[in-house]
T-cell receptor, first 111, second 109 residues
Framework: DVKVTQSSRYLVKRTGEKVFLECVQD?????MFWYRQDPGLGLRLIYF???????EKGDIPEGYSVSREKKERFSLILESASTNQTSMYLC??????????FGDGTRLSIL | RKEVEQDPGPFNVPEGATVAFNCTYS??????FFWYRQDCRKEPKLLMS???SGNEDGRFTAQLNRASQYISLLIRDSKLSDSATYLC??????????FGDGTTLTVKP
């Protein structure tokens, strides 16, 4: 079974804080993805990575950065959290032409 | 226009009914297609892949029409436990997936 572990299920932070969301996999997959999901807007791709130290912008990268120092770990960083970044964040991994598998998600609230 | 479009529903059906969801995609370069199921406040989980020849998994049948850029999911003999949001997904050659916004199904006793 594919295992994708996100560090927190629920997180509350304050405006202006730097926030780290961690995602760890045990499948040795190259491709990892970060999405956010909001009511009425569906799943939107923030960033993705094809390999260690590689990153690509998704559809909504503004206000975010990522880090992939090791193959198994893909971190999403909110440089200076804002209230409009309150959302459900989902990490996924998946090989080319294969379905993606998601972590449990992190519900992030920015106050 | 969104790259992947689904009727958001909601679909409210009685137990035992047959229900069909449709999805269209605009990127003709999309190479692989999937249906996911998402329960309230949970992550999306893969339901099934979609092939041009059509594929079936128990009560679920998925179909792909590349010429019309159209994906469908048919659920027969609906159960209460089928209540969820169903997301269709088109994946391009670069590995990026585009998700539809989902169709909500409620199966009532």
């Amino acid at each position: 079974d594919v295992k994708v572990t996100q560090s927190s299920r629920y997180l509350v932070k304050r405006t202006g804080e730097k926030v780290f969301l961690e995602c760890v996999q045990d499948m040795d997959h190259e491709n990892m993805f970060w999405y956010r999901q909001d009511p009425g807007l569906g799943l939107r791709l923030i960033y993705f990575s094809y390999d260690v130290k590689m990153k690509e912008k998704g559809d909504i990268p503004e206000g975010y950065s990522v880090s992939r120092e090791k193959k198994e770990r893909f971190s999403l960083i909110l440089e200076s959290a804002s209230t409009n970044q309150t959302s459900m964040y989902l990490c996924a991994l998946g090989q080319i032409n294969q379905p993606q598998h998601f972590g449990d998600g992190t519900r992030l609230s920015i106050l | 226009r969104k790259e992947v479009e689904q009727d958001p529903g909601p679909f409210n059906v009685p137990e035992g009914a047959t229900v069909a969801f449709n999805c269209t995609y605009s990127n003709s370069a999309s190479q692989s297609f999937f249906w996911y199921r998402q329960d309230c406040r949970k992550e999306p989980k893969l339901l099934m892949s979609v092939y041009s020849s059509g594929n079936e998994d128990g009560r679920f049948t998925a179909q792909l029409n590349r010429a019309s850029q159209y994906i469908s999911l048919l659920i027969r003999d609906s159960k209460l436990s089928d209540s969820a949001t169903y997301l269709c997904v088109a994946r391009g050659d670069a590995g990026k997936s585009t998700f539809g916004d989902g169709t909500t199904l409620t199966v009532k006793p």
